[in-house]
């Protein structure tokens, strides 16, 4: 059976490019980059071309770039290394009700150690109102964090606006921008942000590598100890495969991101339109005019998502609910019931997400296998249809 990938923003394939830069890095360069000798200057100089092309894709300096593990240390890196270092008798965070659970659960332990977080809410569309961010700040706020892309929805959040009401009130702002990498244009310092996460396995790099942009000038202190690695700000010796895998791969993401955005948005409007037009009782949630282009997420009333994924898994195709199951019991989405959803129809959404090996051949394959799936379930199902 051939099988078709639709959960790219759950991870990428490594692309072939990406592959072979790293084998050539494994192969040759097993220095230590902080060694001085010719072994560990060759890993180094790798690593240091890296950094280039990682701020390139990002429009920063290089000496702005820290490689960290992935986009959960770079969340995790910007909050805490800001808000701990911080040194004000009353402390204040504003994020959102839509972030993954990298923030969501950073910021639940920022407050077990007495920092108060506001979550602002967001309506349908999934997209945050920055008027609900400036309302939310308060004297003692020293950070807000908003996400660039959603990973559900992919709704696009206004960052630029929002960093701006930030530093009217001197606050720094940092968006996770792990899922609008790579599928939206993102310039660090036209977005305003002081901080910005990535990671590369969302941009057809290797699980396990990220960067944190740090501006030049933020207050940031470390999080974990050891070395001098990445100019004080993370310990640890430097992952130089991963960091040249990254590197590349943020090459190829500048490189192709125009003809690329154009491509999936195309596949995935037609996705959408083809299932709209032959399932009843579904629609999109959120915002479809602000959107990461290879993303959408559907429900499909009287059906269990979790059903839905294994049907088509059956039939060869990957697609994911948003849902988390923990303890046996299938949790809705907190973004699908965020933005106003009951907990039965976030129970029943789907998100495809589209990416470089996606064609149109698929795509049609995908709407025929969906509409048989739904009907199929809504059959078997004891919930009736559209409830
Ligand atoms: N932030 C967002 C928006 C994500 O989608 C993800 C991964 O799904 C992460 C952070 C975590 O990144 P990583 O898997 O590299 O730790």
Redesign the pocket.
């Known amino acids: 059976m051939e099988r078709y990938y639709f959960d790219h923003?759950?991870t990428t394939p490594v692309s072939p490019e990406v592959i072979q830069a790293m084998v050539s890095c494994l192969a040759e360069v097993y220095g230590n980059a902080s060694s001085i000798h010719h072994f560990g200057q060759m890993a180094k100089q790798r690593l240091e071309n890296a950094r280039r092309q990682s701020a390139a894709l990002i429009g920063c300096q290089p000496q702005e770039i820290v490689f960290v593990s992935?986009?959960?240390?770079a969340?995790n890196l910007a909050l805490f290394g800001v808000v701990r270092h911080m040194n004000r008798p009353q402390k204040h965070v504003v994020t959102t009700a839509i972030e993954?659970p990298?923030?969501l659960n950073a910021c639940a332990q920022l407050e077990q150690e007495g920092v108060a977080v506001t979550y602002v809410r967001v309506g349908a569309s999934g997209v945050v109102d920055p008027d609900d961010v400036r309302r939310a700040l308060r004297p003692s706020t020293v950070l807000v964090s908003v996400?660039h892309a959603?990973?559900e929805l992919g709704t696009v959040q206004p960052v630029a606006e929002i960093a701006r009401i930030a530093h009217e009130a001197t606050v720094y702002f940092h968006s996770?921008g792990?899922?609008a990498l790579g599928k939206i244009p993102v310039d660090v310092k036209a977005l305003g942000a002081d901080l910005y996460?990535m990671?590369?396995?969302?941009i057809y790099a290797p699980?396990g590598v990220?960067v944190l942009y740090v501006r030049k000038g933020t207050r940031m202190g470390s999080i974990a100890f050891g070395g001098h690695h990445e100019r004080e700000r993370r310990p640890g010796t430097e992952n130089v495969p991963g960091a040249v895998a990254l590197g590349h791969a943020a090459e190829c993401a500048v490189r192709n991101l125009d003809a690329q955005a154009v491509a999936l948005a195309a596949m995935r409007d037609r996705l959408e339109a083809g299932i709209l037009e032959r399932v009843v009782g579904a629609g999109v949630n959120g915002a479809r005019d602000r959107r990461t282009p290879n993303t959408t997420n559907i429900y499909f009333d009287g059906i269990e998502g979790e059903a839905l994924v294994i049907a088509l898994d059956l039939r060869g195709f990957a697609v994911s609910t948003g849902a988390a199951c923990s303890s046996g019991a299938v949790e809705p989405s907190h973004v699908l019931t965020a933005i106003g959803l009951s907990p039965e129809r976030a129970r029943a959404s789907i998100r495809f997400s589209l990416g470089q090996s996606s064609t149109i051949d698929q795509v049609d394959a995908l709407i025929g296998a969906v509409e048989e799936s739904v009907a199929h379930l809504r059959k078997i199902s004891p919930v009736p249809a559209h409830a």
Do not use: L, R
């Open positions: 923003n759950a992935g986009g959960t240390e969340d993954h990298a923030v996400m959603n990973n996770d792990v899922q996460s990671s590369g396995h969302k699980k990220g």
